[in-house]
T-cell receptor, first 109, second 114 residues
């Protein structure tokens, strides 16, 4: 079967750095997405990785290792507004998106 | 641009009642999707459409029907609601082809079936 694993919840301190991991087992691979979802709101796109390596976008970076079936989202200089759920999703060989259950990130002052 | 708009935002139904959720997008996207989101689970695809007049089943299509009569609209119908259909429903749209396939989501529709 197809599976995406993420930690259920993480806590970090304002101003610090946090890494949210995502491991996947899917039928083929055609890209990995990270989305941010604030409570009661819609998911919004953060990043897309299709090749191995690190993609940096401001305070957020996303890393992919296809051979390990692994990705992480790195958030730097954490702000209170970063408190949200972070969803990992993989596009499989049929170009269907398989979603993880999400990681709830709690930022403490 | 409004992006993706869903109506209604909230609805309470009794078991056996029917209803339709409307999704409208103004980005001229070919692809549209209906997902449900339940606690502790990833988003699950109900139905999707790759263009006007086409629909296809997703991961959890039972109990739902859809129609895409106009390119900008994608309707999700529940013919006989069941408590198991209590969920938050998200509509999304995306470009086709060479784009990354980033999804643009509506604000969600929270449905409770009693």
């Amino acid at each position: 079967g197809q599976n995406i694993d993420q930690p259920t919840e993480m806590t970090a301190t304002e101003g610090a750095i946090v890494q949210i991991n995502c491991t996947y087992q899917t039928s083929g691979f055609n890209g990995l997405f990270w989305y941010q979802q604030h409570a009661g709101e819609a998911p919004t796109f953060l990043s897309y990785n299709v090749l191995d390596g690190l993609e940096e976008k401001g305070r957020f970076s996303s890393f992919l290792s296809r051979s390990k079936g692994y990705s992480y989202l790195l958030l730097k200089e954490l702000q209170m507004k970063d408190s949200a759920s972070y969803l990992c999703a993989v596009k499989d060989s049929n170009y269907q998106l398989i979603w993880g259950a999400g990681t709830k990130l709690i930022i403490k002052p | 641009n409004a992006g993706v708009t869903q109506t209604p935002k909230f609805r309470v139904l009794k078991t056996g009642q029917s209803m339709t959720l409307l999704c409208a997008q103004d980005m001229n996207h070919e692809y549209m999707y209906w997902y449900r989101q339940d606690p502790g689970m990833g988003l699950r695809l109900i139905h999707y459409s790759v263009g006007e007049g086409t629909t296809a089943k997703g991961e959890v299509p039972d109990g739902y029907n859809v129609s895409r009569l106009k390119k900008q609209n994608f309707l999700l119908g529940l013919e006989s609601a069941a408590p198991s259909q209590t969920s938050v429903y998200f509509c999304a749209s995306s470009y086709q082809g060479v784009h990354t396939g980033e999804l643009f989501f509506g604000e969600g529709s929270r449905l409770t079936v009693l």
